[in-house]
């Protein structure tokens, strides 16, 4: 069975880092795109980036690139979306999901999603 | 962000069909296809149909699809409270080489 389990739950103030983290399981980690998406409170779904952890190539959304960090250990089939300085701004819940095909193929799609981890960014 | 528009929010009653569109342009919906996700309240989004008109398993054929253009629509008949969610669009846009989302629409059973 084919799973993403994210970190849970995180809170920090405004400035300080943060790395939440996607782990899966029950198929070849390496050889499907992770992709991230942010939903802000009562908002919709805003892809971010992913990532491929066979051999770490990322790309980002541009609306987010330089915002945030792409990252995978493949060794424990765990992905990660890390921020340097986090802003109010980006208290969100963040998904984890995995591309069923190859990057920006045609049909390419989401197929299984984490749960989510819930960052909150307030002083 | 968000370039598909949905309307915000759709209603109806038990066993009413509803329908929800998606409109984008021609480097998203008019040259890809275009994938519906469910999300239920508190919880992830789910991918509800793909790839022309499939479903995966355990999703009720009452969830359907269509595409014309550069706009998409999901139908959902014979409407059940356990329908009450969110829906979204999303299709893969050339342009931006980025994966883009409908701004989602929120379905009530009344």
């Known amino acids: 069975e084919v799973q993403l389990v994210q970190s849970g739950a995180e809170v920090r103030k405004p400035g300080e880092s943060l790395k939440i983290s996607c782990k899966g399981s029950?198929?070849?980690?390496?050889?499907?795109?992770i992709g991230w998406v942010r939903q802000m409170p009562g908002k919709g779904l805003e892809w971010m980036g992913i990532i491929y952890p066979g051999d770490s190539d990322t790309r980002y959304s541009p609306s987010f690139q330089g915002q945030v960090t792409i990252s995978a250990d493949k060794s424990i089939s765990t992905a990660y979306l890390q921020w340097s300085s986090l802003k109010a701004s980006d208290s969100a819940m963040y998904y984890c999901a995995r591309l069923d095909e190859a990057l920006y193929s045609y049909g390419s799609l989401f197929d299984y999603w984490g749960q989510g981890t819930l960052v909150t960014v307030s002083s | 962000q968000s370039v598909l528009t949905q309307p915000p929010s759709v209603s109806g009653t038990p066993g009413q069909r509803v329908t929800i569109s998606c409109s984008g342009s021609?480097?998203?919906?008019?040259?890809?296809?275009v994938n519906w996700y469910q999300q239920l309240p508190g919880m992830a989004p789910k991918l509800l149909i793909y790839r022309n008109h499939q479903r995966p398993s355990g999703v009720p054929d009452r969830f359907s699809d269509s595409k014309s253009g550069t706009s998409a629509s999901l139908a959902i008949s014979g409407l059940q409270s356990e329908d009450e969610a969110d829906y979204y669009c999303?299709?893969?846009?050339?342009?931006?080489?980025?994966?883009?989302f409908g701004t989602g629409t929120k379905v009530t059973v009344l």
């Open positions: 029950g198929y070849s980690f390496t050889t499907y795109w």
């Open positions: 999303a299709a893969l846009d050339d342009s931006l080489n980025t994966y883009v």
């Open positions: 021609s480097s998203n919906i008019g040259s890809n296809i």
